[in-house]
Structure formats: C-alpha cells, structure tokens
C-alpha cells in the first residue's frame, strides 16, 4: 500500500538529532517557554523575514490569539465581521467565531481553491474590520488583490499560513509575512510538523506581538502579575526542540514536494481528472495535491484496490457542518462542487520515484 503520508518515514530522517535534542532537553530541567522556544521564536522569524514570532499551543490557537489581541488593543471589537474563505478547514471559522467575531463566508475560485477576490467587494458591510487570508492547499491566496483591497476599505490582513510554511510570494514575500499578523500550526502532518501540536504567530506589529506574548502566557509579562485575562497557550518547549532541528530542512523539503507535483501535472493524462492550477512558482509548497473528479467513491475504491491511499481535504463543506448550522442555508455552489469532488493524493517529502511513477500510471488508466 502506498500510504497518504508516512510520518514516521519522514520523522526517522531526524531521529539521533532527535534522540540528543530530547536528552539535553531532560537534562536542562527547564520545561516550558525555555531556550529551545526562544531559539525557535527568532529562527521562524528569521525563516518567514518578520520582526517577531511568537510560538504557540496550535495554530487554531493562533488564530484566536490575534483576534483576541487585536479587540484587546481596540482594533477589534465583539461582533465585527471578518472575511473568511468558505472553503477552509473548520479552525478557520472556529477561531473567528471564538474571538466573538462573526464570520462573512465568501466562495473559492475553483482554479486554485482559493478565495475568489472578485467576490469580497459585494460582502463588504460597514461592520467589516478584517479578511483572513487562507493560503489552503499550500498555495499562497492572491495577496496583491487582497491587500489593496483591504487598504482601500481600512482592513486588517490576517493570513491562515497553517498549509503553506515557506511558500514565496512573487519574488522574496514568504507566507506569514504577507499581511499585519499570519498563524502557523506545526499539527505532524504539516510541512513542519512537530511531534504533537504547536503553532506560532508572525507579525511586524511591535504593539500586537507584545499582548500576544502576553496573552499566551497567562495575560502575564511578569510571573505571577496578570494585567489580562489570558490563556494557557504556549509551544511546548521539546516541541520547539523538534521544530528546531526540522525547519533546517524545511526549503529541501518543500523543493521536493514540488518536484512531485510537477511529474504529476506533466504526467497524469486522464480527462476524468482536472489537475490543480500550479503557475510554477515558489508560491505552492504543495501541503496537498488536490484533484477533482466527477465519481468520486469510484475513483478512490479504485486507487484502494490498486493499494492508493487517498484522502478528502474537507468531505463536508464547512457551512454543511452541524457546529456553524446557523450558516446552512447560505448557497455556496463553487464551494459544495469542490467538498463533492476533491481528492487528496499522497505526496510528501519523503515518497519514493518508483511510488510516483506508480500512482501516475494507476490513475492514467482509470
Ligand atoms: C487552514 C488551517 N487553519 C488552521 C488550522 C489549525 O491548526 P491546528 O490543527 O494546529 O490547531 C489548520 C490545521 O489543522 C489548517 O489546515
């Protein structure tokens, strides 16, 4: 069987660094919001090109810590409306929706899955204060129209960068530095994944990474003196150890999925599939490699009996979910043709050029 993903595959790469890291780690006595946190905090920063990071518990967590921090400066208040792609994953809408935001769903372009900018513009309300930016599938959301266009109506940018570690806008730009704060997750399946949860917030906002920092630790800025009411929200110090030593190889390794992905959208030849818009860039780090196809049950029983593992990156649309139910009545065609028809293949950094030409040659005789 060729698996989805292989996470002990990919995590075996690092296992002496790990095995040395975790003993240093135990010997050091010092568990939480240590070195290693800090250490990660400046090398993510560095990585992204942002003045600061922020590592924290996970990257829903993320998420809510920037609105919470943003209402906590009086950038925000309860109620506002944020722009949120209707095809995401759930956190997305989850953190909003936290924050005591409300959630504006806008439809994809069902070319590169991302939100359709030509579509903001008729959701704008005088309520409307942010666009949260998903760059979903790994491919970064089209920044220069979103951008400009929050400048023009007075928005905040945050961007979901949680599927796109080390994409590259344009020329130089990386996701989490393409807007006033971004959130990462750092969930094992990501392109750096830790082993557990964790996740982390860029920003250049000097003002905003403070009250973060804050925020995560307790509303805390010095021990036991609490100037807000804050949360348990920290990376977890080995965690960090891990990222460490995984993000040295996280170019090599984005380079790699997108090697993948160009030999299967020059060599998958079946009219049955519809490939995924790539313009061949470094603004794709390929988290996924999403397809359509009309029968979906068919296709993938037939990639299981030739031993393909697939997956669905969401099955339910997130407006057809019983948790956002007061949503279900909004008509979101582009977005429900999508959860119907998408199928994820297997593609990571660590998948063999025998495995490629195999699951290249299965669907090009579907
Ligand atoms: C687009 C998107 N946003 C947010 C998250 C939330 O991250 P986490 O699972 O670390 O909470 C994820 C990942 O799960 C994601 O894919």
Same mark, same amino acid.
């Given at each position: 069987?060729?698996?989805?993903?292989?996470?002990h595959k990919? &995590?075996a790469?690092?296992?002496?660094?790990?095995?040395?890291?975790?003993?240093? $780690?135990?010997?050091? !006595?010092?568990?939480?919001?240590?070195n290693?946190?800090?250490?990660?905090?400046? =090398?993510?920063?560095n990585?992204?090109? #942002?003045?600061?990071?922020?590592?924290?518990?996970?990257?829903?967590?993320?998420?809510?810590?920037?609105?919470?921090?943003?209402?906590?400066?009086? @950038?925000?208040?309860?109620?506002?409306?944020?722009?949120? /792609?209707? =095809?995401?994953?759930?956190?997305? $809408?989850?953190? @909003?929706i936290?924050?005591?935001?409300?959630? @504006?769903?806008?439809?994809?372009?069902?070319?590169?899955? =991302?939100?359709?900018?030509?579509?903001?513009?008729?959701?704008? #309300?005088?309520?409307?204060?942010?666009?949260?930016? %998903?760059?979903?599938? !790994?491919?970064?959301?089209?920044?220069?129209?979103? *951008?400009?266009?929050?400048?023009?109506? &007075?928005?905040?940018?945050?961007?979901?960068?949680?599927?796109?570690?080390?994409?590259?806008?344009? #020329? &130089?730009?990386?996701?989490?530095?393409?807007?006033?704060?971004?959130?990462?997750?750092?969930?094992?399946?990501?392109?750096?994944?830790?082993?557990?949860?964790?996740?982390? +917030?860029?920003?250049?906002?000097?003002?905003?990474?403070? %009250?973060?920092?804050?925020?995560?630790?307790?509303?805390?800025?010095?021990?036991?003196?609490?100037?807000?009411?804050?949360?348990n929200n920290?990376?977890?110090? +080995?965690?960090?150890?891990?990222?460490?030593?995984?993000?040295?190889?996280?170019?090599?390794? *984005?380079?790699?999925?997108?090697?993948?992905?160009?030999?299967?959208?020059?060599?998958?030849?079946?009219?049955? %599939? #519809?490939?995924?818009?790539?313009? =061949?860039?470094? &603004?794709? %780090?390929?988290?996924?490699?999403?397809?359509?196809?009309?029968?979906?049950?068919?296709?993938? *029983?037939?990639?299981?009996?030739?031993?393909i593992?697939?997956?669905?990156?969401? /099955?339910?649309?997130?407006?057809?979910?019983?948790?956002?139910?007061?949503?279900?009545?909004?008509?979101?065609?582009?977005?429900?043709?999508?959860?119907?028809?998408?199928?994820?293949? /297997?593609?990571?950094?660590?998948?063999?050029?025998?495995?490629?030409?195999?699951?290249?040659?299965i669907? *090009?005789?579907?």
């Open positions: 069987m060729i698996k989805f993903l292989d996470l990919i &995590n790469r690092f296992e002496t660094q790990f095995h040395e890291q975790f003993q240093q $780690f135990l010997n050091s !006595g010092h568990y939480i919001l240590g290693q946190v800090a250490a990660f905090e400046t =090398n993510y920063a990585f992204c090109g #942002t003045k600061h990071c922020i590592g924290v518990s996970n990257g829903l967590d993320a998420l809510i810590l920037i609105f919470k921090a943003y209402k906590e400066l009086g @950038v925000l208040k309860e109620n506002d409306e944020i722009i949120v /792609p209707a =095809n995401t994953f759930i956190a997305s $809408f989850f953190a @909003v936290h924050a005591g935001l409300k959630p @504006v769903f806008v439809e994809p372009e069902l070319t590169t899955y =991302n939100i359709a900018t030509s579509e903001i513009e008729k959701h704008i #309300t005088a309520k409307t204060k942010a666009i949260l930016a %998903v760059h979903l599938y !790994g491919q970064i959301a089209d920044m220069s129209s979103i *951008n400009s266009f929050a400048k023009k109506h &007075n928005l905040l940018v945050i961007e979901d960068a949680a599927q796109a570690h080390g994409a590259i806008y344009k #020329t &130089n730009k990386k996701a989490g530095n393409l807007g006033d704060a971004a959130a990462f997750s750092f969930y094992p399946a990501k392109n750096l994944g830790a082993l557990g949860d964790g996740g982390a +917030i860029t920003t250049n906002n000097d003002a905003l990474a403070k %009250v973060i920092k804050k925020l995560r630790n307790y509303g805390s800025s010095k021990k036991y003196m609490h100037d807000s009411v804050g949360f920290r990376l977890d110090e +080995i965690q960090a150890a891990f990222l460490n030593i995984k993000l040295q190889k996280l170019d090599e390794d *984005n380079a790699k999925r997108r090697e993948v992905a160009k030999r299967f959208i020059s060599e998958i030849k079946n009219k049955k %599939v #519809t490939l995924p818009f790539y313009n =061949n860039s470094k &603004n794709h %780090v390929f988290h996924l490699f999403v397809i359509l196809v009309d029968d979906r049950t068919g296709f993938i *029983n037939y990639l299981n009996t030739h031993e593992e697939t997956l669905i990156h969401y /099955p339910v649309a997130p407006h057809k979910q019983e948790a956002l139910k007061d949503f279900k009545s909004l008509k979101l065609p582009i977005t429900e043709l999508i959860h119907k028809n998408i199928v994820s293949l /297997p593609i990571s950094p660590v998948i063999t050029t025998q495995e490629i030409t195999q699951i290249i040659q669907i *090009n005789t579907y």
